[in-house]
């Protein structure tokens, strides 16, 4: 299955852009890239996903490396409210059934200081 | 407002007995997953259901169980409980059937004690 690597932690002025980095090596050729964030204990929001491209939404930019080994999440101007795990997640089909899920890391706990 | 409703916010209760959690996935939405967090743990996959039928499932319990209705909505039976078992469990819902973006309910926070 392929796996999301994140750092644990970052840090962030206010203000200043996030750019939040997931290395998935063994992703496979039709697998696409999500992101999504959880503020403490609410249900898991949405960001942004791509497939090869970059994608960019109202609420951030996703950058895939050539080799699509990694991404990273940019949060142009980072704000207190944006202040959140970070998951990225790889979606995994198997062609075996359809035993598909998708598999969650830890994240990366952001903090964006004042 | 992702739209998408998970009662009870939360539920105490003891071991050994069982309970049921509800969902209500967004208007449209035919698929429903359920997900378990345990404190300070990621988000563990448990099972996903499409339009009445099991589409998916993670690494849920024997003790678990899960079905959705014709009118879409869900519940996730959890029996037997354990002191483990304690976690906020989440209900969320997209439109199609294969995992794309994922709206996700405020959870319930089940405490077993």
């Keep these: 299955d392929a796996k999301t690597t994140q750092p644990p932690s970052m840090d962030c002025a206010e203000g200043r852009a996030a750019n939040l980095p997931c290395n998935h090596s063994t992703i496979s050729g039709n697998e696409y890239v999500y992101w999504y964030r959880q503020i403490h204990s609410q249900g898991p929001q949405y960001i942004i996903h791509g497939l090869k491209n970059n994608e960019t939404n109202e609420m951030a930019s996703l950058i895939i490396t050539e080799d699509r080994k990694s991404s990273t999440l940019i949060l142009p101007h980072a704000t207190l409210r944006d202040t959140a795990v970070y998951y990225c997640i790889v979606r995994v089909d198997r062609r075996a059934g359809n035993n598909r899920k998708l598999i969650w890391g830890l994240g990366t706990s952001l903090a964006v200081n004042p | ?113």
């Design chain 2, 1 to 113: 407002d992702s739209g998408v409703t998970q009662t009870p916010k939360h539920l105490i209760t003891a071991t050994g007995q069982r309970v049921t959690l509800r969902c209500s996935p967004r208007s449209g939405d035919l698929s429903v997953y359920w997900y378990q967090q345990s404190l300070d743990q990621g988000l563990q996959f448990l099972i996903q259901y499409y339009n009445g039928e099991e589409r998916a499932k993670g690494n849920i319990l024997e003790r678990f169980s899960a079905q959705q209705f014709p009118d879409l909505h869900s519940e996730l039976n959890l029996s037997s409980l354990e002191l483990g078992d304690s976690a906020l469990y989440f209900c969320a819902s997209s439109s199609t059937g294969s995992q794309d973006e994922q709206y996700f309910g405020p959870g319930t926070r089940l405490t077993v004690t």
